[in-house]
C-alpha cells in the first residue's frame, strides 16, 4: 500500500478540505464526480472520505437516496486503497449523482463549523499504531464495508448520520495519524450497528 502522507497543516486538515468543497458548490449543479475532482487538490483520497463522511453528517443526509451513493462512492474508494491505489474514478452511474450547488452551498457553511471542532480535538502522531500498516488496511476494509451497508440502511432514522461521522473520524485519523480519533470512528460505527438490531428486536419482541 501507498504511505499516507500527513497534510501540510494536521491542525486545519478539515476545514482546509472542507475549503475545496465550498469551491465546488459556487456550481449551479453538483454532482459526486465535481466534488471528488474538487477534493483532488486536498491530495489524495483519504480527504475525499473525510468529506462524504461529513457529508452524511450534514443535512444533506435527508436528500433522497444520496445517503446510498454516498455510501457506494465510499465503498469503491476505501477498496481503490486498499489495492495500493490513491486515484481512482466512480461508476457514471455514482459520479452523476447530483444536487443544486446552492443546497450544497448552504450545508459547507455547517459543515466549516462542524470542521473547525473537529480539527481542535485532533493531534498529529497520538497512537500511531493504530494508523500504519497493517492495523491501517484494517481499518479501510472496515469504511469499506460500511459503505457498502449504506444502502441497506437507507431508511434506518440516524443511521446514515452515525455511519457518515464514523467515516469521517476513521479518515481522519488516518489522514492526520491520529489513533485516538480513529478509535472515536471505530465507536460511533458500533453504536450505528446498534440500531438495526434494536429496531429488530423491538419488532420481534
Known sequence: ???????SNPDR???ETVQHVAEAARSPRVAISDVMRALGLAGGLLPV???LGLVL????????LL???VGLSIAVIAGR???GQ????LPEMLARCEMTGRKLERTVGLMLRLARFVDRITMSGRMRWLTVPPVEKVVLALVMGIGLVMPLMEFV??????LGAAVMFMALGLLVQDGLVLLLGLAIASGAALIPITAISTMAG
Not at 1 to 7: D, L, T
Not at 86 to 89: A, E, F, H, K
Not at 157 to 162: G, K
Open 86 to 89: 490513491q486515484s481512482t474514478r
Open 13 to 15: 486538515a478539515v476545514e
Open 81 to 83: 486503497m486498499l489495492m
Open 57 to 64: 453528517v450534514s443535512p444533506l443526509s435527508g436528500v433522497p
Open 1 to 7: 500500500m501507498n504511505q499516507i502522507n500527513p497534510p
Open 157 to 162: 432514522p440516524l443511521s446514515s448520520s452515525l
Open 49 to 51: 472520505l473525510m468529506v
Open 67 to 69: 445517503s446510498s451513493a
